[in-house]
């Protein structure tokens, strides 16, 4: 399921192509979006609360915050264009597909019309009376006025079909221009998005040459990195009681409409088996009981995760981690500034496309001091996967992902000064080792 987030800064969506709407929506899917749009909520407060926070306690890092959200929601669009265009081209290309194979049957039927009209001509086109008045064989007429007729007959038939197909051409071309005109428009706005860009960056490097100094030595103060660590804890255990309370109802419904079902099916049973006046009560037949069976060195990762099924508790030993690069922070070991890595951190190049462990569903997509460009997605079970420091988030609250789908891209928001993945596994709020549910091999 699925469920739509804001951003931080409201912009502009890029247009979206045609889709039919449904006018009614039955019951249980107006439950669903009423339990998701109540969960929205309450993940939008919890933004909302996480974002005054920053206010109150901002330092140098945070001085980069508007600019690398912003460079987020720029990257995000062009991505969302990007899959926009292919879209169009590739409905484009289908369209002039469509015209090409209409333009043949075009073709065909015009020579087949040329023939009939031919073969009319070289018989002429006498009526009934004429042939009658000629006096000739009663039975070669009767054989001409049905030829001639079959011809007239055909001849329509085609005609018919020609304006068929020249109707269905009429409307792809108007079809084809239609999603010309938007791959136009598509193709603008990403011009516009790419100015807005490189004028974003370019003013992020300005201000973080100005503070860099500042930035660097706030990392390395004792208590610094503990205090960043803390409100990301907080965070996670806020979002674990939300993400539970929400599980914990749709439990609760399922068991409801369970028991529901339930007793229809007894009442329909009952109904069944009630004797009817005057006939016997037979003993019903007795039921057989059927016995249920319970069915420091830096490592190189070199490996992307892909598309998995199961649950997430399966796949442990099997995952992939979510970007390639040198493996230099470890779950464990100590780091700068104090305390232990509580994940890892994964040297990779700006712009690498960061991938989704597992499939599950996007339940923060923010900013966060001392993370940078934050993005968690919740795998169910109480799991949780953290992907710190992104340069772009590509996803928005409440969208589902796959496992190997791109959902972010490397960066060193936050004020970190190496570009990198900072990745974290959480179950029950509790941070685990990600290799030993990760493989190198």
């Known amino acids: 399921m699925s469920l739509a987030g804001a951003p931080a800064t409201a912009a502009k969506p890029p247009p979206a192509p045609h889709k039919a709407s449904a006018t009614h929506a039955t019951p249980e899917i107006a439950e669903k979006q009423a339990d998701l749009g109540e969960l929205r909520s309450r993940i939008e407060g919890l933004r909302k609360e996480l974002n005054a926070s920053e206010e109150n306690k901002a330092d140098a890092a945070s001085h980069l915050r508007e600019s690398e959200r912003q460079i987020s929601r720029l990257q995000r669009e062009l991505h969302e264009l990007s899959d926009q265009r292919l879209q169009l081209q590739k409905r484009l290309k289908n369209l002039e597909q469509q015209s090409e194979e209409l333009g043949s049957t075009l073709i065909t039927q015009q020579s087949q019309l040329e023939q009939l009209l031919y073969k ?41 079909e020609i304006n068929a197909t020249l109707d269905k051409k009429k409307a792809l071309a108007a079809d084809a221009k239609e999603r ?18 490189q004028k974003q960056r370019e003013e992020r490097k300005t201000l973080y040459a100005q503070i860099s100094d500042k930035v660097n030595s706030q990392r390395k103060e004792i208590g610094n990195l503990q205090q960043n660590e803390k409100r990301l804890t907080q965070l996670i255990d806020r979002l674990s009681k939300i993400l539970a309370a929400q599980a914990a109802q749709a439990a609760r419904a399922a068991e409801a409409a369970k028991a529901a079902e339930a007793a229809r099916l007894a009442e329909a049973a009952r109904q069944k088996n009630k004797p009817r006046p005057g006939v016997e009560e037979k003993e019903p037949p007795r039921a057989t009981a059927e016995t ?16 998995s099924d199961g649950s997430f508790a399966r796949q442990k030993g099997n995952l992939r981690l979510p970007v390639r690069g040198a493996v230099a922070g470890r779950f464990g070991s100590p780091r700068d500034g104090g305390g232990t890595w509580r994940g890892l951190f994964i040297k990779a190049g700006s712009g690498s496309e960061v991938k989704a462990v597992a499939g599950g569903r996007v339940v923060f997509a923010e900013w966060m001091r001392g993370f940078g460009n934050l993005l968690i997605v919740d795998h169910g079970d109480a799991y949780l996967t953290i992907y710190g420091n992104n340069d772009a988030l590509l996803k928005q609250v409440g969208q589902s992902v796959k496992g190997g789908e791109t959902i972010a891209t490397v960066g060193n928001s936050g004020g970190n000064p190496d570009s990198g993945l900072y990745f974290e596994l959480r179950h029950q709020g509790q941070p685990i080792d990600p290799m030993k549910w990760a493989s190198l091999k």
């Open 120 to 160: 009319q001509y070289l018989r002429g086109s006498p009526d009934s009376l004429q042939l009658l008045l000629n006096g000739n064989d009663p039975n070669q007429m009767a054989r001409d006025l049905h030829y001639l007729s079959a011809i007239a007959l055909s001849r329509a038939e085609l005609m018919g």
């Open 292 to 307: 249920s069976r319970p069915k420091t060195v830096e490592t190189e990762n070199r490996y992307e995760p892909v598309a």
């Open 180 to 197: 010309a005109d938007e791959l136009k428009e598509v193709e603008v706005q990403q011009q516009q998005r790419h100015a807005e860009l």
